[in-house]
């Protein structure tokens, strides 16, 4: 078992809650996750899609240079096994399509189709509105200040997935 230092002492300080150990960091965590799935799920519901399905088609409309199936498995962490099925739903419905490059006949570049259009516009609603529950009370300062800190965390988080051979997406 590896020991990681840590330098977050507010971090360290836990609670148990039922033998789970449970911290802000980790408690924010799974609530973050809980409130994407409540708030995505009408979009599913609505569109027969995932939620995998339905963030590749949102990733898709907001990265304009990152646009293959693997950019989408390192930039979302979900498994390689994931994108890949939904990719593949997503064409075969015709939300997306697959272009070659004429120099590079092994990366396949994905791009939204009309059709998934209204798709993408109900899943922005929903990001907007997640934006907004996890935002409420924090003035501008603040919302740097975090903003700032998660770009951090999150580039903390990817050289050690990187530097420990784990950077080929997650396990979702």
């Known amino acids: 078992m590896v020991m990681i230092q840590s330098d977050c002492s507010e971090a360290n300080s836990s609670k148990t809650a039922g033998g789970i150990f449970m911290n802000p960091i980790f408690e924010n965590l799974y609530a973050t996750k809980e409130l994407q799935s409540v708030l995505f799920a009408s979009v599913c519901e609505a569109y027969g899609l995932t939620l995998t399905e339905v ?14 199936a693997t950019d989408i498995v390192d930039k979302l ?33 994905l791009q ?37 800190n998660i770009r951090r965390m999150t580039g903390n988080i990817n050289r050690y997935l990187s530097d420990n051979g784990s950077d080929k997406g997650g396990s979702t």
């Open 77 to 109: 962490k979900i498994a390689k096994s994931h994108i890949s099925a939904s990719v593949r739903d997503l064409e075969v419905r015709g939300y997306i399509r697959g272009i070659y490059e004429a120099k590079n006949r092994r990366s396949i570049h």
């Open 55 to 68: 963030l590749v088609l949102l990733f898709l409309s907001k990265s304009k240079e990152s646009d293959t």
């Open 112 to 148: 939204l189709c009309e059709k998934s259009a209204e798709i993408v516009k109900a899943g922005e609603q929903r990001q907007q509105e997640f934006l907004s529950v996890i935002c409420r009370g924090f003035g501008k300062e603040e919302l740097e200040t975090l903003k700032e």
